[in-house]
Structure formats: C-alpha cells, structure tokens
C-alpha cells in the first residue's frame, strides 16, 4: 500500500516571486486537459510538452495511492521552500519516446502548499478534499484512465494508435482492468503493484512475523482473526466513505478488493510486464509469485516477471545501499521495445 514516492526535491532560497509563477503544469513541462461528468465528476490529466506535435506511442501512468497533489510545496519556517513529487520517474526524458499522460486523483489540485517542515509532515497535514472520498475507487480510477485514453487519441499524434498503461503500486492493480476495458491498450506494465486480494498482503504479512519470530503464533492468529471482522464489514458496507480501514475508505478498500488483478491479468493476451521487490513491505512478494504461477499454469506466455530480490518498495537496494530505480526503468523501456 504505497504512500507517496519523493523522488524530486528543489530547495529555492530567495527566489519567492519566480518561484510562485512558475508553478503550474506548463513550467512541469505538462499540458492541462480535463472533461467532467456525472459519473467521475471533474477529471484532470497532463501531458508532456515535449514534442507534443510528433507522432509518438502513448504511455499512460497510473500512480500509486494517496489523497495528495502531483506537486506538494513545503514552505518551511526558514523560509526556504522544497517541492516533492509522486511521479516515479523522469517525465521530460520518457517524453523524448512517448506521449506521457498522467491523471490526478479526483478533487485533488495539480499542486498544493503548506508551512511544514517535512513531506512527512506535509502528509500527516494534507486533507483530502471531499470530492476525493466520495469518488476514489478502483472503478474510478479505471474509468476516468479509459477515458483518458480515448480521448488523447483524438487530441495527439499517436504512433500506430499504441498506447501502453504503467501502473506503480496502486496503479499496479488498476491497469490489468483497464487493459481488458479498453482495448486500445497493447501492453501493460505492473510495478510493486497488487496479485491477489490485497487484504491477503496484511494477512501473509502477520503469518510471515510469526514464522520469522517477530511476534507468537498466537498473537499472529488473533491479529488475523481481527483483520477478518474487519473485512467482513468492509465488504458489509461495500460504498460507506464514512467508515475507513488504514486511512481509506470502505468505498475505496471494497473496490480495490473485489476486483482481483491477477483474474484480470490471466483474462489478457496482451504483453504483461509485472516488476517486483524481494524486501517490498508495501507490496509483498509472495502473493506476487502466485501470479507467475497460474500463468505457468494455464500454459499462459505474454507474461514477463522481473525479480529485484534486494529492493524496497521504490527500488532501494538494502543490500547494495544504492538506488536502482533508473536501471528499472531501463528494463521497462528495452521490454517495451521488445515486446
């Protein structure tokens, strides 16, 4: 269950008045699109600028979960200021291949600020608006994504119509249904993304404490015991955004737990790309190699499963000490090449 990725940080000293007109999708290298119905409510999405006019292959992002803006400010009592941001990648040089397209969650701004002193604090601080538990769900973010789609391709020079969905943690879980909901979609790649019922990953993960020593098997089954109650009234009161589970609602847990990505991917012919980590505590490995297991077991070949034993959630080797996340996506872009 990832949170937010702070993968890109600018500290600015002095520079207040540049500082607060640059920031807007076009200074991010982005242009702002948007459509609003009854269903999804206002749907904002960005593309990159660069080469917008070239015919290029659309690579869509799904981002991972969290209620917070693309871009956070944090205005910090020194009066310097940082921006932090979730995208897991280097936008300006994907843009040099493709059209990249990414979606903010419903009701959340492109960008926000407050006077804290840490993204830390800045999550802790931040407040989801309403419109962002009342739609947020697995079904919205398929949907508004498929529309997305749809509409680019009207909008941009498209390469042979090739449109490619990347989903990273959350969005891992939502690209194997949107592949099978829209069809103009010709690959997908699951990045520290879901398998199998993600309520099943608190509950390996309790069972994996207890193997490893952590706590007793007593403790864990208790644990367990617990966590099903739980479940049991989630899937009780499926569209409650009163009720919440780890800080989401039952609306947004109920969703994202009843469709299984795994039925999904298996249901594909498309070309699969599913990465994961070996020392993932968000996304945990082991329902993940059950997925590479019922392709083998349906005699299934369009699925390609990358292994880095040693990483975290955002590809930190704990063994090597350094950062693989550039080498990772390195294999995404030979694998799409190839495939």
Not at 51 to 64: E, M, R
Not at 118 to 133: G, L, T
Not at 160 to 182: C, D, Q, R, T, W
């Amino acid at each position: 269950m990832s949170k937010y990725i702070c993968l890109l940080v600018f500290t600015l000293m002095g520079f207040n008045k540049t500082f607060s007109q640059s920031f807007s999708p076009k200074n991010f290298g982005l242009k702002h699109y948007s459509f609003e119905n009854k269903t999804l409510g206002k749907v904002n999405y960005y593309v990159t600028l660069n080469k917008i006019n070239k015919s290029k292959p659309l690579l869509l992002y799904v981002d991972g979960s969290s209620a917070l803006p693309l871009y956070c400010i944090i205005k910090k009592s020194d009066g310097t200021k940082q921006i932090r941001t979730g995208i897991a990648f280097d936008l300006q040089k994907l843009s040099e291949r493709f059209h990249v397209a990414v979606i903010s969650k419903p009701g959340v701004p492109f960008s926000d600020s407050l006077h804290v002193e840490s993204m830390k604090a800045f999550k802790r601080a931040y407040e989801p608006p309403k419109s962002y538990r009342e739609f947020l769900s697995h079904q919205w973010r398929v949907n508004s994504a498929s529309k997305v789609i749809d509409q680019l391709l009207k909008e941009l020079p498209v390469k042979n119509n090739e449109v490619i969905a990347f989903g990273y943690s959350e969005g891992g879980m939502v690209v194997p249904k949107l592949a099978l909901k829209n069809k103009k979609v010709k690959k997908i790649l699951n990045i520290v993304g879901g398998g199998l019922n993600q309520f099943y990953d608190l509950i390996v993960e309790e069972r994996v404490k207890a193997r490893l020593g952590k706590i007793s098997s007593e403790k864990a089954q208790k644990n367990i015991d617990s966590l099903f109650k739980r479940y049991e009234d989630v899937y009780k009161n499926p569209k409650s955004i009163q009720k919440e589970f780890w800080g989401d609602t039952y609306l947004r847990w109920s969703s994202f737990c009843t469709d299984i990505p795994m039925e999904d991917m298996t249901k594909l012919d498309i070309p699969i790309l599913m990465i994961t980590a070996g020392e993932d505590n968000n996304a945990p490995i082991i329902p993940l190699d059950y997925v590479k297991l019922e392709f083998l077991r349906l005699g299934k070949e369009n699925l390609t499963y990358k292994v880095y034993p040693n990483c975290d959630h955002y590809f930190y080797d704990i063994v090597k000490n350094k950062d693989r996340l550039d080498e990772v996506i390195d294999y995404m872009l030979n694998w799409i090449e190839n495939n």
